[in-house]
């Protein structure tokens, strides 16, 4: 079946550094891949909406100068944590809507966990 | 705006006793639904989902869920639990098959040996 991985799975980084995750979808095409972020013991918040060949679309109260959102290509979007701190902390899921298949339609990928010293 | 409400943040059952877990959601549409499952430190994983037609969904690991749209509810359902379905639940929305999906708060399932 389709397949999103993200890398990477976890990254511990200092204040005030910048840090990339890469969300790909393996075996299938996204035009629009889904960021999404969780903190611990809570639900998934939408995040935004990474549109290949656009900007992205933001979610309300979410800093697009912070998180900055780039779809290269039609298999990968990459979110970037710019200066992050510590409350940046939280486990970032990403997912990708496969167009016609009959099994699933949207594939998450399996998160990657962010701690910020 | 979409929006999911599930109304127990908790729920402990014995392990063989039957489980139902409760979700409403706030549409105006024909809504697309999700049920998702997350173990401790875990991505997620679909159960099942509903687009249409019959209103009872079957999913894997033996859930099913039941749409009524009088009530505006998704709630799923297992017969006999197992210390394994222990996790937490998440009930979805989206408002259609490809778009972003909003997540309810979530209930965690405790197992009772």
């Known amino acids: 079946g389709a397949v999103v991985s993200q890398h990477p799975s976890w990254v511990i980084c200092k204040s005030g550094t910048s840090v990339k995750i890469e969300c790909r979808s393996l075996?299938?095409?996204?035009?629009?891949m889904f960021w999404y972020r969780q903190f611990p013991k809570q639900s998934l918040m939408l995040m935004a909406t990474?549109?290949?060949?656009?900007?992205?679309?933001?979610e309300q109260g979410v800093e697009k100068d912070k998180f900055l959102i780039n779809h290269a290509s039609l298999t990968l979007s990459t979110l970037t944590v710019t200066s992050a701190h510590p409350e940046d902390s939280s486990f970032y899921i990403c997912s990708a809507p496969s167009h016609g298949t009959a099994q699933e339609t949207q594939y998450f990928g399996p998160g990657t966990r962010l701690l910020v010293l | 705006a979409q929006s999911v409400t599930q109304p127990d943040i908790h729920i402990t059952v014995s392990e063989g006793a039957s489980l139902e877990l409760r979700c409403n959601y706030s549409y105006g549409a024909t809504p697309y639904l999700f049920w998702y499952v997350q173990s401790p430190g875990q991505g997620l994983q679909l159960l099942l989902k509903y687009f249409s037609g019959d209103t009872l969904v079957q999913g894997i690991k033996g859930f099913e869920a039941e749409f009524k749209r009088s009530q505006s509810s998704f709630n799923l359902r297992k017969p006999s639990v197992h210390w394994s379905d222990a996790a937490e639940y998440f009930c979805a929305v989206g408002e259609n098959r490809d778009d972003k999906i909003i997540f309810g708060k979530g209930t965690r399932l405790h197992i009772l040996p």
């Open positions: 075996d299938f095409q996204a035009t629009t």
């Open positions: 990474s549109n290949e060949g656009s900007k992205a679309t933001y």
